[in-house]
């Protein structure tokens, strides 16, 4: 095509579901995000869980240590919800702006969850408190049933948990965080008109399906939770991102793990995206005809769901390409590889 752009500049994007760990990991990965987004929604899953105000402070303040020098970057913390969350700790959080929002993991949901929330009823003050101030809940969406088969599992915490949720807290804000299926793109679209649902959506999910995860082999590194559903879901992902609808909105969900845990006889779930994210997201929206509706999904709908201004400034992003980086060194034993990494994408994001 001659007339396709062939630049394209829009708003800095943030990124509103982001795993950076801390210690070597934090110190190695942080750059690759802090060059592209503006904020990221900083996930909670450390090892012990930032569960306090005063734990998720601290965590803020490795993380600005850790920024490059004069990066503008602002990480937006969360508080990790289990049975035990005190409503007065998290209240004084968002109100001293030292917490954005709250995530829910259902125990033993994913990566580092034991300590989640083991039912909603043990929980239903922290719910009314944050109902009542306005602070958002951030929700990982699956039962932990063993008994619910692992691609079921979304699908059955909509209808058991979610539902049940929205019912019994009309106004709470909620996020279903990494939506993977065609029955979360309708969910959120039957409630993201009141403005009290939105959903983040990954590009992994935008761009694998599950068999994907046996192509050729098991592909340990295309594991992630939620796990990638059928093709039909993939492609509702994808309507539903390109859309400019404002309940969807980017959220990576880059989760490194060293290449070790990842390539294991029982490796961990998470993809690491974080090295080329926008760059992703632009191949995908372009293939998809829609790199008009780019900024809405990436910049623009997440701050109007969480309240917050835009990025003041703007990224450009030019047509021809760049190799998705080799793998990333953490400490000199430990290693992550990026998805796709040694490929060519066909967007590349101009340094500043
Ligand atoms: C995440 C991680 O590694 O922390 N893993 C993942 O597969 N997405 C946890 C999570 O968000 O589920
Ligand atoms: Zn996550």
Redesign the pocket.
Known sequence: MTDAPQRLTIRRPDDW?L?I?SGAMLRAVLPLTARQMGRAII?P?LVPPAVTTTQAEAYRDEILAALPAGSRFQPLMTAYLTDGTDADDLERGFRSGVLTAVKL?PAH?????AHGVTSIAHVVPVLERMQAIGMPLLV?G?VTHADVDIFDREAVFLETVLTPLLARFPRLKIVL??ITTAEGVDLVRRHGPSGRLAATI?VHHLMINRSSLFAGGIRPHL????IAKRESHRLALRRAATSGEPWFFLGT?S???PIGAKESACG????FTAATAIELYAQVFDEEGALDRLEAFASLNGPAFYGLPPNADSIILERGGCVVPDVLDVDGRNAVLPFRSGERLDWRLLAE
């Open positions: 579901h795993h760990r996930m899953n993991y949901a994913t990566t580092n969850s990982h699956e965080e990494h990954t594991y992630c939770l939620p969900d989760a490194p793990h961990c779930a998470g993809i």
